[in-house]
Structures are given as C-alpha cells and as structure tokens.
C-alpha cells in the first residue's frame, strides 16, 4: 500500500465521521462498512473484495444503534481497515471479520476520547457568548471540533493502514493454528449476532407481522430480494402514514 492511498484512507474514515463537511454522504453512506469497504476496494485496486469483506462486516453492525453518544463499535473503521487488511493481506472473508472485531473497538475509544476532548469547546462558545462575541461561535462550534475530528480519525487510519498491512501477515503466521482458528470461529458468529440482534428489535414492536410476510413472500412465492425490499418499502410508507393519520385525529 502506498501513502497515497493511505491517506485517501484516512480522509475517507474522516468523511465517514464528519456530517458537516461530507453532509448525509458521510455519516449515513460511508460510515456503513458495505459502503466503506467497496470505496476502500476502489482505493486498492480491489473492489470487488472490498464490498464483500464490508458486506460482511456490515451483517455484524446491522443492529446498530448510536444513542445518547454512545458506540458500541465503530463499524466505519472495523468496515475501512478490515477491507484493507483483507485485501493487502491476502485474508479470507472470515479472517477479516475477526480482525475488524477489535478494530472496531479500538475505533470506540477513540470516539469517546474525541467526544471527552469536544466539550472543552463548548465552554469556548460560552466565553464567546459572554463576550458578546456570536460571530466566533461557529470557531468553537464547526472548526476546532472538526479539525479535532480529522486529527483523530484521518491521521490514525493512515497510520493502521500504513503500517498495518506490512505486519498483518507476519501477526497470521505467529497467531496460526488454535488462535487464528478461535478468531475465525468468533469472526463467523458475528454476523449471526447481529441478525438475532435485529430479530430481537422486530419482535418487540408491532413489525413483527411485517417479519412473516416478508418471509411468506420470499419462501412460498419465491418474490426476489428486490421484488420483497420494494413491497416492504411501499408497507412502510403506507403504514407510516396511516399511523399518522390516526394521531392527528387523536390530537382533534
């Protein structure tokens, strides 16, 4: 790996992260690892093992949720680096996916660590607001954080995706056998966890319903994906809507 793709690594892991510069593009697309990983492919010369090493990776993220601040695994960095590995290692899907387990943990702590390191700057637009001075509020509200932003996600995914690639074979080769072979045993259960973990949201609300038809339509009518993923989008408008409808008479 060069240290031009390096770095377009690392600006693709700040743009995954940023909502301000990068907008919707950033946070909702690039910061999935199926999307991550095919652009991280794109970097590499690779992109059909980028989107499927992210594919993966993504089955394990597919009951995420991010509330109140917290992170339980920045799948953006698990999808990015898991994707390089992959591809400047030579690793299969499996490997992969064990190694982006601790990536994305590693990715958590700097996520706290950024947000730890951002409230300083909230105390920054007080003094300003104290001052009287409105027109630097945007200093501590869009510049610092966003520049704090960069330095702790551009820079530290260039430098795992520098460095890391050269060692990446050597640390499989010391690992081997039972070690490598536990890893991979996790790495596979991963993504079944993330699919209990979306059942387990289904069944708790009124969706479930929505569950077994889709599953009626797939099974025993043989419907495609796509055929399934547009009926399901027209259940969810139609029901969204008449929801709403039903309370706003509520509120009459």
Known sequence: MSVFQAMLLGVLYYLGNSSIVAGPVGYYTIYRPLIGGFLTGLVLGDPITGVIVGATINLMYIGFISAGGALPGDMCLAGILGAALAITGGLDTEA???????????????????????????????KYVEKGESG??????????????????????????????????????????????????IGGMMPALGIGLTLLYIFKGEARIFFFVGF???????????????LALCSAVVYTQLRNAKGGEANV
Do not use: E
């Open 96 to 126: 992969a996916l064990a190694i982006a387990v601790p990536i994305g943990l590693i990715g958590t702590l700097l996520w706290f660590g950024r947000l730890t390191l951002d409230s300083f700057f909230a105390h920054l637009a007080d």
């Open 136 to 185: 630097k509020i945007w200093i501590a509200s869009v510049l610092l954080p966003q520049a704090m932003l960069f330095v702790m996600t551009a820079i530290p995914c260039f430098l795992a995706a520098y460095f890391g690639a050269g060692y990446i074979q050597g640390a499989i080769n010391a690992l081997g056998g039972t070690v490598l072979g536990v890893l991979i045993i």
């Open 216 to 230: 009626l339509l797939a099974v025993y009518f043989g419907l495609s994906m796509i055929a399934v993923g547009f």
